[in-house]
């Protein structure tokens, strides 16, 4: 017999995405120097041109947009190593760089 879950507890995965979707959680990464600094240096940029000042962008909102992005777009993930799956999404990006603007770009 199946049993309801307890109390504040979500039924299917669905709804616990969704909450979980709504709350931060660390989790530890491993980043190269230069991809420190860079990171760093992008987000005090971004920081800086703001044009609405309500939410503070850091080097962790630069990382959960990254991680957003590729979540997205998994399935153009390919390859066995970092450097094969790099290349792929690199590819990818040049990709849609090279298709023509459309009305709906704008």
């Known amino acids: 017999m199946a049993q309801n879950p ?5 039924s299917n995965l669905g709804e616990a995405a969704a909450a979980a ?3 931060v959680s660390p989790k530890y990464v491993q980043l190269r120097g230069d991809q420190l600094i860079e ?3 992008l987000a005090r940029e971004l920081q800086a041109a703001r044009t609405s000042k ?3 962008i850091t080097a962790n909102t630069v990382i959960r947009v990254a991680v957003d992005t590729i979540l997205a ?3 153009v993930l390919v390859g066995n190593t970092e ?3 790099l290349a792929s999404f ?9 298709r023509p603007a459309t ?3 704008s």
């Open 103 to 105: 009305a709906a770009d």
């Open 21 to 23: 979707s709504k709350t």
């Open 54 to 56: 309500s939410e503070r």
């Open 39 to 41: 990171l760093d240096v």
């Open 6 to 10: 307890p109390a504040g507890r979500s």
């Open 83 to 85: 450097e094969e799956l």
């Open 90 to 98: 690199l590819g990818y990006l040049q990709e849609l760089e090279k």
């Open 73 to 75: 777009r998994r399935g």
